[in-house]
């Protein structure tokens, strides 16, 4: 079992930067593929990006570019930085794994990031 605990949420200014951090419980860390996902109010949840073990990444089209998904499995613990932040990206922000040889799947709790002056 992984429990996923994030942390580094809150309010910040259109074109700030903000970092979040998503720390895995357990032993399984290099077999979980961990990616990012956001909910906008009134709006369905979105895949942000995904960091394989290996630390390849994807992106979504509306954060490429300005969001950086990393990785430390040394630590356990996988990031998201978000730079040049817009209005639009403030939502409820979940870490998500999915373990490559099991195919369980694991939600963080959610962190609220606001973007507003």
């Known amino acids: 079992q992984v429990q996923l605990v994030e942390s580094g949420g809150g309010l910040v200014q259109p074109g700030g930067s903000l970092t979040r951090s998503c720390v895995a419980s357990g032993s399984s860390f290099s077999l979980l593929d961990m990616s990012w996902y956001r909910q906008a109010p009134g709006k369905q949840r979105e895949w942000v990006a995904l960091?394989?073990?290996?630390?390849?990444?994807t992106y979504a089209y509306p954060v490429k570019g300005r969001f950086t998904i990393s990785r430390d499995n040394a630590k356990n613990t996988a990031y998201l930085q978000l730079n040049d932040m817009k209005p639009e990206d403030t939502g409820v922000y979940f870490c998500?794994?999915?373990?490559?040889?099991?195919?369980?799947?694991?939600w963080g709790q959610g962190t609220q990031v606001t973007v507003s002056s």
């Open positions: 998500y794994a999915v373990h490559r040889v099991s195919r369980e799947k694991y």
């Open positions: 960091v394989t073990p290996g630390s390849g990444t």
